[in-house]
């Protein structure tokens, strides 16, 4: 009578365990899920104008110069702007404060020089032109207004302001001979740069080069909260910088390098990272999004409206303004849901049951057994917020699976008398567990190899 009622409950604990996690799960992946406007793969840029028409820029094959934009209105594609068909095609883009769309383009090398054009909401029409000697190849580009156009280069920034130009190089000015990343106009009008060698701030007629605890090495993006606090991005993390000295904020953020910052309306400091995870920092805390696996985010715009625009890698996407965040433990519990432990759990305590049914310790001891090992292996993966990669192949349901039918066979064998019946049914079990293991790894080497 006990063993029943033992079985019942715990059968009745495997149920409930099993269809609360997965309810709770699918109800956290469907209010984080973003809504598609285009399966465009693998873009390369992304630009929300001031009438929310979404600007997106196609990766190009390598040395290529047959650049394309395709611009989206209401979540269909309005139209397609490439070179061979626009003679002032820019190949970057930028908006300033008033909404108005500025672009520059390269000029071949029998011209050279660069030219920078102005969207009147139909046609690109030139604006200015800095004539060079040489092909200048532009790396960054920002615009204030049409009196005020930066453009950067490699040891080289220029600067437009409305009737000539102006060059700064490493030898008129404290500008490092190094790439410039990102160019970012605050509401100060003070230029930030982001350079491969740190953080350099143009003021008062002079450019700086920040050292003052700043972050050094690549600076990739730059954002401002509401409070005037100026925020970077870079390949040593996420810095804030007070108007004296950076400060670097390391309260568990999801990666390391951080390719975009972007601030809301609700002053929350959005931080992607090399890895394609946001973080986003709102005060002293940090939240993260738990997004689609396999679809990582390449790129984030935020609109006035708190809308948030992800460019991913299989598409463009939206998420509503009051998308949840998670914190550190309830992400990695929707981490470990996604790979499938909890499946695998389920599965473990379902043959536990059986075991416990049958009164077989064949299938109990396998259990035990290939449990640990199952157990030992995910600990390690707990360590990595982000996930282990090569398409995580969860041992423990291997091991589980031969465990429990080599604990069937050493019950067989005890209801024939056969002595060590116990012992045989889980040598059984984990020997078949470890040769499809071992299987399942050499396929993965045998494909990583093939792609090498």
Same mark, same amino acid.
């Given at each position: 009578m006990l063993k029943k009622v033992f079985l019942a409950l715990f059968g009745l604990f495997i149920a409930a365990q099993t269809a609360g996690v997965y309810a709770w799960g699918s109800y956290m *992946?469907?209010?984080?899920k973003a809504e598609v406007i285009s399966a465009e793969e693998y873009p390369d840029s992304i630009l929300v104008d001031s009438t929310g028409q979404i600007w997106v820029q196609? *990766? *190009?094959?390598?040395? /290529? $110069?047959?650049? &394309?934009w395709k611009v989206y209105r209401d979540g269909k594609l309005a139209k397609t702007i490439e070179t061979k068909n626009e003679p002032n095609f820019p190949a970057k883009i930028a908006m300033d404060a008033r909404g108005n769309l500025f672009g520059v383009l390269s000029l071949g090398l029998g011209n050279g020089? !660069? *030219? &920078? &054009? +102005?969207?009147?909401? /139909?046609?690109w029409n030139q604006l200015t032109e800095l004539a060079s000697e040489n092909r200048l190849f532009i /790396?960054?580009?920002?615009?204030? /207004?049409? $009196? $005020?156009?930066? !453009?950067g280069e490699i040891g080289q920034l220029f600067h437009y302001n409305g009737s000539e130009w102006q060059t700064f190089t490493p030898e008129n000015s404290s500008l490092p001979n190094a790439s410039i990343n990102t160019i970012f106009i605050d509401s100060r009008k003070r &230029?930030?740069?982001?350079?491969? +060698?740190?953080?350099a701030i143009f003021e008062n007629g002079k450019i700086q080069l920040l050292s003052n605890s700043a972050p050094a090495g690549y600076i990739y993006s730059f954002a401002e909260d509401k $409070?005037?606090? !100026?925020?970077a991005g870079g390949e040593e993390g996420v810095f804030s910088f007070n108007g004296t000295q950076f400060t670097r904020y390391d309260k568990n953020l999801n990666g390391s390098r951080f390719y975009k910052i972007a601030v809301d309306s609700s002053n929350r400091v959005w931080a992607l990272s090399a890895e394609g995870d946001l973080s986003v920092i709102h005060g002293a805390t940090t939240k993260y999004l738990?997004?689609?696996p396999g679809n990582s985010i390449q790129d984030i715009a935020i609109t006035a409206d708190e809308k948030i625009y992800l460019m991913r890698t299989k598409d463009i996407s939206t998420l509503k303004a009051d998308v949840p965040l998670v914190n550190a433990v309830t992400l990695k519990f929707l981490w470990l849901l996604h790979n499938g432990v909890f499946v695998y759990l389920g599965i473990f305590l379902a043959f536990l049951w059986i075991a416990v049914a049958l009164n077989s310790w064949g299938v109990g001891l396998g259990l035990a057994l290939t449990g640990l090992i199952f157990w030992g292996i995910e600990s390690f993966a707990l360590f990595d917020i982000n996930g282990v990669h090569l398409g995580y192949l969860n041992p423990g349901f291997a091991l589980t699976f031969f465990a429990f039918i080599g604990g069937l066979v050493g019950y067989f064998f005890k209801r024939r008398g056969v002595k060590y019946a116990d012992s045989i049914g889980s040598g059984v079990g984990c020997l078949g567990g470890a040769i499809l293991l071992a299987c399942l790894y050499a396929v993965v080497l045998l494909f990583l190899v093939s792609r090498a």
């Open positions: *992946r469907s209010q984080t196609p *990766r *190009r094959p390598a040395y /290529s $110069d047959d650049l &394309v020089g !660069i *030219r &920078v &054009v +102005s969207y009147n909401g /139909s046609t /790396s960054a580009f920002a615009a204030g /207004s049409q $009196d $005020d156009i930066w !453009i &230029v930030w740069l982001g350079t491969g +060698s740190g953080a $409070d005037g606090t !100026i925020w738990f997004e689609e």
